[in-house]
Structure formats: structure tokens, C-alpha cells
Antibody, heavy 114, light 107 residues
């Protein structure tokens, strides 16, 4: 049972990135899924979540309108499309399973810098 | 937004100590509270959900309690692998929010 993130990297302010999370060992469509981030040397910050069939989603105010969470249950994958990136979005982004988080991925680093 | 506070922010302790960390919510969150452990350079690990239920595989020396606004995480006998930072999180209201963390380190 694991979650594996990918898609992080260095991007300029105003740019875009798409993070992915591949689930294995369990069926994605049975769980709420989400993203949590951690800026360098800082604490944890909840970013977004999405319900089992993708019909409901919720976002941190500071990312609303810029980030979009989505899922492809057939491919057992979760995504986070990040647009209009800012320096303050620099963080390790963790994929999470569960409305109350029970499982974390290993994280992928997003660096927003010119 | 619901503000989560933790005390203490730092907790020097020794192996075998009983350790208690407190988490307080700025408004009532029923029992929709989780605890996580994070070691340097690693992803967080889930310990407790709905305030007092242990995640699968978590040692029984960890326990949680509380309801409403005041919660505690207790480690009954600290082990070497327990030195880490601990975070609480409420998932009763959006946006979900974390406490600032409590670092348990070697006395």
C-alpha cells in the first residue's frame, strides 16, 4: 500500500506544474484523497481534497482559482494542476489518503523561483 | 479558520519517559482530530484519528484523548524511535488546519 508522487521541479513565478500521485495496493475510488504541503523548514499546510468520485473538492483559500485537484480512478491516480505559481507555493507536496489522513506519499518538491 | 495551538513547542525527554502533548482548537471540532509524527527529511506518518483511535500498526504506547477543543497525545514510555516532531490536525471544518508542531528531542 503506497502513494508515489511525481511532477515536482523548478518553475518560474507565474508558471504551471502538474503533480501526479500513483496509488498502489488499494483501490483509489474508495477514498477521499488530498494534498498537503510543507514549505522548507516550516510546518504542514493542508492544500486541497477531493471525494471518492471526484464530484466534490475543497481548497485552501490562497490556492483557490489557481490549483485544481482531480482524480482518475480508472488509472488509480490523483493530480494537482498548479497555475500562476508564486514563490510562497515553494514546498514539498504530499499526496494523502483519507478524509482523516491515514496514508502519506513520500512527497515531491516544488520550487518557484526565477 | 480554526486555529490549532500545541504545547509545548519543544519537549526534551529521555527514553522511558511518559510524554504528553496538548493540542487546542480555537473552536469546537467534535472529535475530528488527527495526530502525525514526522522525522527529519521524511514524510509524516499517521498515528491517531478521531482523537483516540490508533492507525493500524501504531504501537500501543501511543494514545490520544479529548473532545471539543482540548486534546492530548500521550506516549506512555518513550522509545528511541519516537524522537520526532508531532502535529495535530483538525478535519472538522474547511480549511483543515494543523498545529505548529511539538518537537520531542533528547534531554
Amino acid at each position: 500500500v503506497q502513494l508515489v508522487e511525481s511532477g515536482g521541479g523548478l518553475v518560474q513565478p507565474g508558471g504551471s506544474l502538474r503533480l501526479s500521485c500513483e496509488a498502489s495496493g488499494f483501490t483509489l475510488n474508495a477514498y477521499w484523497m488530498g494534498w498537503v504541503r510543507q514549505a522548507p523548514g516550516k510546518g504542514l499546510e493542508w492544500v486541497a481534497n477531493i471525494n471518492e468520485d471526484g464530484s466534490k473538492n475543497n481548497y485552501l483559500d490562497s490556492v483557490k482559482g489557481r490549483f485544481t485537484i482531480s482524480r482518475d480512478n480508472a488509472k488509480n491516480s490523483l493530480h494537482l494542476q498548479m497555475n500562476s505559481l508564486r514563490a510562497e507555493d515553494t514546498a514539498v507536496y504530499y499526496c494523502t489518503r483519507g478524509y482523516g489522513i491515514a496514508l502519506w506519499g513520500q512527497g515531491t518538491l516544488v520550487t518557484v523561483s526565477s | 479558520d480554526i486555529q490549532m495551538t500545541q504545547s509545548p513547542s519543544s519537549l526534551p525527554a529521555s527514553v522511558g519517559d511518559r510524554v504528553t502533548i496538548t493540542c487546542r482548537a480555537s473552536q469546537g471540532i467534535n472529535n475530528n482530530l488527527a495526530w502525525f509524527q514526522q522525522k527529519p527529511g521524511k514524510a509524516p506518518k499517521s498515528l491517531i484519528f478521531v482523537a483516540s483511535s490508533l492507525q493500524s500498526g501504531v504501537p500501543s504506547r501511543f494514545s490520544g484523548s479529548g473532545f471539543g477543543t482540548d486534546f492530548t497525545l500521550t506516549i506512555s514510555s518513550l522509545q528511541p524511535e519516537d524522537f520526532a516532531t508531532y502535529y495535530c490536525q483538525q478535519y472538522n471544518n474547511y480549511p483543515f488546519t494543523f498545529g505548529p508542531g511539538t518537537k520531542v528531542d533528547i534531554k
